[in-house]
């Protein structure tokens, strides 16, 4: 996606071409004469491999952006005539290299057992028709206690592996029936066994356990994610993945062994460990996440579950709660053990970060404090965003494991809760069969301005409100990003509060 800009004061012609892509069919060109009278005037130009379009813009100065999406492996170009004229000023957006924090949400391992989960699932049959919701039972056989220790397998096979203690153990009455919560801790990285260069301690491990589950409704992480997704395992028809249980296991790890507290993973969930250990060695067998130690108990002065670290870990479960409870509800009940495109898993998590940042008291992706719904002062280096707009030519729907391509799927995420329903559109680009764009067009399809859209009017769209992200005055009809504050979204059990 190219973004050109013009301040102007005159009739001019534009010839914007895109090369290539026509697949053999005869060259198309369309042609359009526009008057643009209105302070925010939007004309779609169309699609073609040459577009003609003369424009005339009236006596006061105008602010002129075209925008020219092409195909990923097709080359553009716009050509400008004007009137005796000249353009006071054109700006091209190139494609700049940015560092956001130096972080991912997954390692290359986890990353490709996800987008191979189809061949570990593969057996003779899948039965989709098992209940969603169905309340199940804790096996009391596999109870563990505090101070129990385990080891635990960090890969699909049982070479890597750390020893770890239980450190907190909570049972908690949800929606979903009653759900324990074990908080394990590896034994490098706690107490007077610890030698990494940030050590977790008893009240940090406390911290988090009421973070993600506790007493109460709509007051933690696991309320606020599965009001929008659902429970994170039940009944299902694979034989090659563990029983149902209400269990989940977060054990904290220098994950990769590094020690660093600049760079590496936050966290991730492996759905190996929803596997049987007699299908994959390497399986722990249990509903699990996996947290980085020394990033949560990294903090420039005393710890506090307010810190930003210790925050950013806690958003990363919000992340990756999303992509446990997609790989229950979509892959295995849904998709039958297909997988989702990973660029729509990561929109999904990504936006699920920024759905739950206010209630977590997190500047989030927008990187703006949570006290403030605008979209904060200008020049913000912050948050995923100063990187997308330094890279807006970088590809939607091409996955390369970089920090750019959460910051693009995060931007388009963002722009379709504002524009098509809040927390309600991520629901439903979930609980559909489909796992390549369609499932954003079918969601897209249900909402009351989304029937006749398509995945092409979509982008169109998205561009729009990019260009039209620094105005806080626009018509709620055009698309946008900035209302100049918090917009509250209504979503079944709770109210999440959308940003500008």
């Known amino acids: 996606m190219n973004r050109f800009k013009y301040t102007l004061f005159f009739p001019l012609t534009l010839l914007l071409i895109s090369c290539g892509g026509n697949k053999g069919k005869s060259l198309t060109t369309s042609n359009h004469t526009i008057d643009i009278s209105d302070t925010i005037q939007i004309e779609s130009l169309g699609m073609a491999q040459k577009i003609h379009a003369k424009v005339t813009l009236g006596d006061s100065p105008k602010d002129l952006y075209v925008l020219l999406s092409n195909y990923a492996h097709t080359d553009g170009s716009v050509k400008i005539a004007t009137s005796n004229k000249k353009v006071e000023k054109l ?45 199940i039972h804790t096996d009391k056989n596999n109870k563990v206690h505090i101070n129990d220790k385990q080891t635990f397998f960090l890969d699909t096979n049982d070479a890597t592996k750390t020893i770890a203690t239980l450190k907190k153990s909570v049972l908690v009455s949800t929606d979903f029936g009653a759900k324990t919560l074990n908080v394990w801790v590896s034994d490098d990285s706690f107490g007077k066994g610890c030698h990494k260069v940030r050590c977790v301690t008893q009240t940090m491990v406390d911290a988090l356990a009421d973070a993600f589950l506790k007493k109460g409704k709509d007051n933690d992480v696991y309320d606020w994610v599965t009001n929008v997704y659902g429970q994170e395992w039940g009944s299902h028809s694979y034989t090659r993945l563990i029983s149902p249980n209400n269990e989940i296991s977060i054990l904290l790890t220098d994950i990769g062994n590094d020690n660093s507290t600049t ?68 892959t295995l009940l849904l998709a039958h053990g297909e997988q989702t495109d990973v660029w729509i898993n990561e929109m999904l998590s990504e936006t699920t970060e920024d759905l739950v940042a206010s209630k977590i008291k997190h500047s989030g992706p927008r990187g703006v404090p949570y006290t403030i719904g605008s979209a904060g002062e200008k020049g913000n280096t912050k948050g995923r965003y100063p990187l997308f707009n330094y890279n807006n030519r970088s590809s939607l729907t091409t996955w390369n494991s970089e920090v750019v391509n959460y910051s693009v799927v995060n931007a388009f995420g963002t722009f379709l809760t504002r524009n098509y329903g809040g927390a309600k559109i991520l629901h439903d680009i979930m609980y559909n069969a489909h796992v390549d764009e369609d499932a954003v067009v079918s969601a897209i399809r249900q909402t009351a301005k989304g029937a006749d859209k398509t995945f092409n009017t979509l982008l169109k769209e998205w561009g729009v409100a990019v260009l039209l992200s620094d105005n806080d005055h626009l018509d709620e009809s055009l698309p946008h990003y900035n209302t100049g504050g918090y917009m509250p979204n209504q979503y079944r059990n709770s109210v999440y509060q959308l940003g500008s």
């Open 91 to 135: 700006y091209k957006q190139e494609n700049v290299a940015m560092r956001e924090q130096n972080r991912i949400h997954a390692p290359a391992n986890v990353e490709y057992f996800r987008k191979n989960i189809s061949y570990y699932l593969k057996e003779k049959s899948h039965n989709s028709s098992a209940p969603k919701y169905k309340k």
């Open 263 to 330: 760079h590496g993973a936050i966290g991730y969930f492996y759905s190996k460990d929803n596997f049987k250990k007699s299908e994959i060695s390497g399986s722990n067998e249990k509903i699990m996440f996996y947290l980085d130690a020394v990033f949560f108990a990294n903090s420039k002065g005393s710890w506090s579950i307010n810190g930003f670290w210790a925050k950013e870990t806690v958003s990363t479960l919000a992340h990756e709660f999303q992509h446990m409870i997609h790989f229950y509800q979509k």
